[in-house]
């Protein structure tokens, strides 16, 4: 089972996601990121937990200052346009964030960002050392060893720059040995197995210190190190202190550290091993899980600007609606690991789930129903059995990360409710009227129910479906549901 996702003392729950790097527009593989998160924010609202979920921008580095200065715009310029865009996911996707931090606030962000600064100072781990190396500007970071093929970057397949400068350096190093203490024994708990491996091996190798800083000669556009007005810090150092600064303060994450850092497979070692190694300098408390997703392709191929394969959100929900989007996401795409989109299977889960699966059965169930003033009886054994197996099914998948599953086990409770409908007939003419009232019953709780265990992932769906159901006093009162999902 997934662990310390609950603290039943304090009843509070904090979630993150990564901070979106404003270098390009948003992308799908954001909007999984996203809504994954909040289907785990609902959940534990729906729990009763005081629910904390923080998003943003990170908006600092060479690749924001070239980029602008390729698009003839200020940086700050340039941020503010991108920034809003990600901010409006939350319209777009039905998000339910309660912060959006950005690393351009002078205001909330850069105070906290320059005291951790203080504190790794003070704590002996910020020296400075003349430095020279190959640096994408893709990642923003230096590369070694295995991140270099053909002297390109691994991941962004661009050629690396040769930087010399004298930098400020994290003793990273010093914290090699704590860091793995406490991934191995899920003090700090990396999801999936294979994700907590991959950062294990790492660690075996030794972690290196890492420059923390850039010279102004370089780059211009980040927070200014303390102190020191040649340089600015390093975006990395820059944008980990959201955590902090979005939640509100050091106070906050002392108190209770995020329960869930949900981020891609291609930051990992950011936030398994700089971002704790941060903390235990500072004397905090570190992040309880981190679950990484993967990558998200496009009918098998990775999106790039140049092959034009981008999926844009925007243009998705325009076409198909927010919840149809998500459940796509949710459902398609194995929690943990790399998926691919692609239009034809997202029209084939669209009409299959949700026009034929769940909008019809809605449709039938509540049709039947609507047609009775009220509904009164008592739930049969069979289908209160069922349910309460879809609803532990649920919260367990759920728990693990496992997203896909939990839909599934909702969708075998709709198939369910198909075959009760049509095994039972509640329209047969010479069916007893008190035998109808039983079966719309158990009917009508079958959909009630699917609404419940459907609101973290499709929430307007949810609600529709609820709205159709008025319940009180061991009796239900229906109205015909819209038509959910109409065919495409």
């Known amino acids: 089972m997934f662990k310390n996702i609950f603290s039943a003392s304090k009843k509070k729950f904090y979630i993150t996601t990564s901070i979106a790097y404003v270098n390009s527009e948003p992308h799908i593989g954001f909007a999984l990121e996203s809504v994954q998160a909040d289907v785990l924010a609902r959940y534990h609202r729906s729990k009763g937990l005081e629910v904390f979920f923080l998003t943003g921008t990170d908006e600092h580095g060479s690749k924001i200052q070239r980029t602008a200065e390729a698009a003839k715009k200020s940086p700050q310029e340039f941020v503010d346009e991108l920034s809003k865009k990600y901010k409006g996911l939350r319209d777009l996707l039905n998000l339910s964030w309660d912060n959006f931090i950005r690393t351009t606030d002078q205001k909330i962000h850069w105070p906290v960002a320059q005291e951790i600064w203080n504190r790794l100072f003070d704590a002996g781990d910020i020296y400075k050392k003349k430095y020279s190396g190959y640096y994408c500007i893709g990642c923003e970071s230096f590369k070694t060893g295995k991140d270099i093929a053909d002297g390109k970057c691994i991941i962004h397949k661009k050629e690396l720059e040769f930087i010399e400068e004298e930098n400020w350096f994290f003793k990273l190093s010093k914290y090699t040995g704590e860091i793995e203490k406490k991934i191995k024994n899920d003090e700090l708990k990396i999801i999936p197995e294979t994700r907590k491996n991959e950062i294990l ?18 780059v211009e556009w980040g927070i200014p190190v303390p102190n020191d007005d040649s340089q600015v810090m390093y975006v990395w150092a820059d944008a980990l202190s959201n955590y902090i600064s979005g939640y509100g303060g050091f106070e906050k994450w002392k108190e209770h550290p995020a329960d869930v850092h949900m981020i891609g497979k291609d930051i990992s070692r950011f936030h398994a091993a700089i971002w704790p190694g941060m903390l235990l300098s500072c004397k905090l408390p570190l992040p309880k899980n981190i679950f990484i997703h993967g990558f998200i392709t496009a009918n098998g191929e990775k999106m790039s600007k140049s092959m034009g394969n981008v999926i844009d959100p925007y243009e998705l929900v325009k076409k198909y609606g927010a919840d149809p989007v998500r459940y796509y996401l949710l459902r398609e795409i194995t929690s943990s690991e790399d998926g691919d989109f692609s239009y034809e299977k997202f029209e084939e889960r669209y009409n299959g789930d949700l026009a034929n699966g769940l909008g019809n059965f809605a449709a039938r169930v509540s049709t039947l129903a609507s047609r009775e ?46 075959r009760y409908v049509n095994e039972n007939k509640p329209w047969a003419k010479d069916l007893p009227k008190e035998r109808r009232g039983e079966v719309l019953y158990d009917l009508v709780s079958i959909l009630k129910n699917t609404a419940g265990s459907l609101e973290p992932f499709l929430p307007e769906t949810a609600e529709k479906i609820s709205a159709a159901i008025k319940s009180e006093k061991g009796k239900f009162i229906v109205k015909r549901a819209d038509n959910l999902f109409p065919r495409l």
């Open 373 to 418: 003033t009220e509904i009164s009886g008592k739930i049969s054994k069979e289908v209160k059995e069922k349910i309460n197996e879809a609803e532990k099914a649920v919260q367990q998948k759920i728990e693990n990360f496992k997203f896909n599953e939990a839909l599934a086990a909702v969708w075998d409770l709709i198939q369910f409710g198909d």
């Open 201 to 218: 091996s790492l660690l075996k190798e030794g972690l290196e210190d890492v420059s923390f800083s850039r010279s102004k000669r370089f």
